[in-house]
């Protein structure tokens, strides 16, 4: 069965840095991978949908890199703002399914 | 706006009563999912509408069913709930296929008195 991880499970930072978030998989069959932003007591935002034959997808301050192979992505924030404080969740569809595996996110804090 | 609107955004109900918990979009997708997701965890697919279509997890509890009366709404109803169904529940809606991304509502968190 899939299993999604991040790491670290909460992050804080000074505004204006760039920062890295971690997602691994235990099945590099997936069809994609997915970022979603997810704000206190708010459904799921998505960022970023990255398809198995990309490497990488970038949006504004956003841009989020996938090696299958490896089992990893990334999704990188550039200059970071207080209004980029929330938990990031990356998740997974698998081949022969049409359910996202969800990792239990990264909580964010950028400190003004 | 076309979106995914979740109806209501905060449901309180008693141990036992049943709830409904309603979800409909704008998007005209094919595919209507309900996850739930329990405090500090990752959101957990309970089941997923292709069309007409009914598809259930295997490890969903047979207290929670789900209607979709058309391609705009689906239900979700819980006959009995206990304290531990306690969570929000998001309804998200893709076009078929697997490179399809999902779109989710803001939720609707369910409290059991």
Not at chain 2, 18 to 29: A, D, I, K, W, Y
């Amino acid at each position: 069965k899939q299993e999604v991880t991040q790491i670290p499970a909460a992050l804080s930072v000074p505004e204006g840095e760039n920062l890295v978030l971690n997602c691994s998989f235990t099945d590099s069959a997936i069809y994609n991978l997915q970022w979603f932003r997810q704000d206190p007591g708010k459904g799921l935002t998505s960022l970023l949908l990255i398809q198995s034959s990309q490497r990488e997808q970038t949006s504004g301050r956003l841009n989020a890199s996938l090696d299958k192979s490896s089992g990893r992505s990334t999704l990188y924030i550039a200059a970071s703002q207080p209004g980029d404080s929330a938990t990031y969740l990356c998740a997974v569809i698998g081949t022969g399914a049409n359910n996202l595996f969800f990792g239990t996110g990264t909580r964010l804090t950028v400190i003004p | 706006d076309a979106m995914v609107i979740q109806n209501p955004r905060y449901q309180v109900t008693q141990f036992g009563k049943p709830v409904t918990l309603s979800c409909s979009q704008t998007l005209n997708h094919n595919v209507m999912y309900w996850y739930q997701q329990k405090s500090s965890q990752a959101p957990k697919l309970l089941f997923h509408y292709y069309d007409k279509d009914f598809n259930n997890e295997a490890d969903t509890p047979d207290n929670f069913q789900s209607r979709r009366p058309n391609t705009s709404f689906c239900f979700l109803d819980i006959r009995s709930p206990g304290l531990g169904d306690a969570a929000m529940y998001l309804c998200a809606t893709s076009r078929a296929g697997p490179n399809q991304p999902q779109h989710f509502g803001d939720g609707t968190r369910l409290s059991i008195l």
